[in-house]
């Protein structure tokens, strides 16, 4: 009412101006009045509109940190996941005694260096130190209690690896920024699956699934951690891959890395034997060789003279335990005769050998999801000593993931597989790769394998597992050392599959130095070591992969 | 017409108090938006926390001894029986069958 008399106050006066006037002046004020209304409103409706999207988050992290999917086993298993944790840092300017103030923190952290710490937290022209990230809760309470003015927390994303130890090669690690600097994690920035921390929501991108199986992952560990403390070995490693689709189903590398402890990555001796190690596997790479003379058309019962012993140049090329007669191909592979798998790569000829290696895969690295892998180490040029020593495994020296592929293809009915880390789609048919070897060598080899195990003098005869049709070839290795080899240290191997008519899965286990025991009536060879090694493992992990068991 | 300018002022006077209310409210609703999110936020992160700690109890190396020691055993072949043996009715427990 006062404003309306305001307006017209004045005119009651001052009768000089037209009535007209005024009241047009009026419309203009009431105009204006409304106008402003009008647009308080549009404003409001803006604002509303942030606000709803308004992403409130409580990490505060630095720009470059990375918020990472989970990761999960083929089951849906956690391997690895984001969590919050206060991380610790100081305003130098509020700190008042930098020296006490260090002292005591460095007794809550005895790996922070005090000097280090006391110079940063005395510098003045500073207002943000870090003192410690990814703090537990309990710790952040400790630090809390100190009372010290000055020291403050803020939540950063953490990686946790709740698996620990099993599959720490596979996984990789993270930077102190939640970076990966090295396998799946290395795998997960490069494919673009994780995102800026800032304004990220935890557990908000879709986890990504690994083809390994936690609980097989586990038989496997402890089977071969029982291995290692029964043959006194040095060293063992295992792996499990499904034939049709190249899927990794567990990998084991003993003694592992914990992705949490940095210092374990470092460590040579816990380097990953299966897929970053290059080793000459031995016998094991007989069965390349007969797929190769199978593959030139012979038959499991065609004749090799292994009468007399090899010669090549200076060397002489003998067997553990000659016959002293032509030997048939299934008896080469049985016996596990040298100068038989050596006559063999010697018909096929250099050329072929060399072609057939490649064509396998087991001539150049091997690039999965976790690394590119490293190259493998093999002859200059093949002569008659390199064809030789190529058929039973020695010259050459690859990946045993490499070589558990090759075997995958040879088993399958004749395909290539890439092995990967990965999960497939379950539901998705199996694209199989292009064709490496006849049908007729894959089940001549199957055959062999199993013949192997199931014959009273078949060198694989201990990895037997009723019911499970376990077939596989030992592999006796000397292990390479400085100037030549040694031979009181050995490489023990064992590749299997299982169910041999129709395989599902190969095996392929390492053991590193085994030493002869009374179980092992003294010998060191794998066939006494490594094969029922591999029965242990098929008998616990069978059922575990659904493999139904064929009446005894 | 003196009227209608009093109608029309009151008008602008009402509407401008109803802005000003509108506003505090959405304020007000903003600032709880606001609360929410944060909880929300803090359940998010304690799922997150419980979730790995589930995961860190339920790994095998820990679960298999628990399990060894209240008389469990890793399933093996024995303990299977192919498709024709459940028809005929043999079914054992592997307790039984130890025994």
Redesign the interface.
Same mark, same amino acid.
């Given at each position: 009412?006062s #404003?309306?008399a305001r307006?017209?106050g004045p005119d009651l006066h001052e009768t000089s101006v037209a009535p007209r006037s005024r &009241?047009r002046m009026?419309a203009l004020v009431?105009a204006l009045?409304?106008a402003a #209304?009008g647009g +308080?409103?549009v404003r =409001?409706a803006w +604002?509303?509109e942030d606000? &709803?999207t308004?992403? #409130? &988050?409580?990490m505060s992290s630095p720009a470059n940190t990375l918020a990472r999917p989970d990761i999960v086993d083929r089951n849906g298993?956690?391997?690895a996941?984001?969590? +919050?944790m206060p991380s610790l840092y100081a305003d130098p300017l509020l700190i008042q005694d930098a020296d006490e103030a260090a002292e005591r923190l460095v007794r809550l952290f005895p790996q922070i260096d005090v000097r280090e710490l006391r110079q940063s937290l005395a510098d003045k022209s500073r207002r943000f130190v870090w003192v410690r990230r990814g703090l537990s809760p309990a710790m952040a309470q400790r630090v809390h209690n100190l009372g010290i003015p000055g020291l403050l927390f803020v939540?950063e994303i953490r990686r946790?690896y709740?698996?620990?130890r =099993?599959g720490g090669h596979i996984l990789g690690r993270v930077d102190i920024d939640n970076r990966g600097t090295g396998g799946i994690e290395r795998y997960i920035d490069e494919i673009g699956a994780s995102e800026a921390a800032v304004g990220a929501? =935890? &557990?908000a991108r879709a986890p990504v699934r690994l083809s390994l199986d936690?609980?097989v992952?586990?038989?496997l560990d402890?089977e071969l951690a029982g291995a290692m403390v029964r043959y006194e070995a040095a060293g063992a490693a295992g792996l499990v891959m499904d034939v049709l689709t190249g899927e990794v189903v567990a990998s084991v590398s003993r003694p592992g890395v914990d992705p949490a402890v940095y210092e374990d990555a470092l460590d040579p001796s816990r380097i990953d034997r299966i897929a970053a190690g290059t080793y000459e596997l031995g016998s094991i790479m007989k069965l390349v060789t007969v797929a190769m003379a199978l593959e030139m058309g012979r038959s499991l019962d065609s004749m090799v003279d292994t009468a007399e012993p090899l010669k090549a140049g200076r060397f002489t090329i003998e067997d553990l335990h000659p016959l002293g007669r032509p030997m048939s191909v299934s008896e080469v592979f049985i016996h596990s005769s040298n100068v038989g798998a050596g006559q063999l790569a010697l018909s096929a000829g250099a050329a072929t050998q060399k072609a057939f290696l490649q064509k396998l895969g087991l001539w150049s690295a091997l690039k999965t999801e976790v690394s590119s892998g490293p190259a493998p180490q093999k002859p200059q040029q093949i002569g008659r000593i390199e064809q030789i020593t190529l058929s039973f495994g020695h010259g050459l020296a690859t990946t045993p993931l490499q070589f558990a592929a090759a075997s995958a293809a040879l088993m399958n009915g004749g395909t290539r597989v890439t092995p990967t880390f990965m999960a497939l789609d379950g539901e998705a048919p199996v694209v199989r790769g292009e064709r490496v070897v006849s049908a007729r060598t894959s089940a001549l080899l199957r055959e062999v394998m199993r013949r192997n195990v199931t014959d009273p003098a078949g060198t694989g005869r201990r990895a037997d #597992?009723?019911?499970?049709e376990v077939g596989g070839k030992t592999g006796t290795a000397e292990m390479a050392a400085k100037g030549g080899y040694r031979k009181k240290s050995i490489l023990a191997s064992f590749i299997g599959t299982f169910p041999s008519s129709e395989p599902r899965y190969v095996t392929l286990i390492l053991l590193f130095e085994p030493k002869g025991q009374d179980v092992t009536g003294g010998e060191i060879t794998a066939g006494r070591n490594a094969a029922p090694t591999t029965a242990r493992i098929i008998?616990?992990i069978?059922? =575990?992969l659904g493999v139904?068991?064929?009446?005894? | 017409? *003196?009227i209608l300018?009093?109608v029309?002022?009151l008008l $602008?006077?009402s509407?401008?108090f109803l %802005?000003y209310g %509108?506003?505090y409210d959405?304020r007000m609703i /903003?600032r709880s %938006?606001?609360v929410r @999110?944060?909880e929300a936020?803090?359940a998010? $992160?304690d799922? $997150?926390?419980l979730?790995? /700690? *589930?995961?860190?109890l339920? *790994?095998? @190396?820990r679960i /298999?001894p628990l399990a060894r020691r209240l008389g469990l055993e !890793?399933?093996? $072949?024995r303990? %299977?029986l192919?498709g !024709?043996?459940l028809a005929a009715g043999n079914i054992t427990t592997s307790s039984t069958s130890v025994r």
């Open positions: 009412m #404003v309306a307006i017209a &009241s009026l009431i009045a409304f #209304v +308080q409103l =409001l +604002q509303n606000a &709803s308004i992403r #409130v &988050s409580m298993r956690l391997l996941t984001d969590v +919050q939540d946790t709740p698996a620990g =099993l929501r =935890l &557990s936690l609980g992952m586990h038989a402890e #597992v009723p019911g499970f008998e616990r069978a059922p =575990l139904p068991a064929k009446s005894l | 017409m *003196r300018n009093v029309a002022v $602008a006077l509407s401008a %802005l %509108l506003n959405t /903003e %938006l606001h @999110e944060r936020e803090r998010r $992160a799922i $997150a926390v979730r790995a /700690e *589930r995961a860190h339920a *790994r095998p @190396e /298999e !890793p399933l093996s $072949a303990h %299977l192919p !024709p043996g």
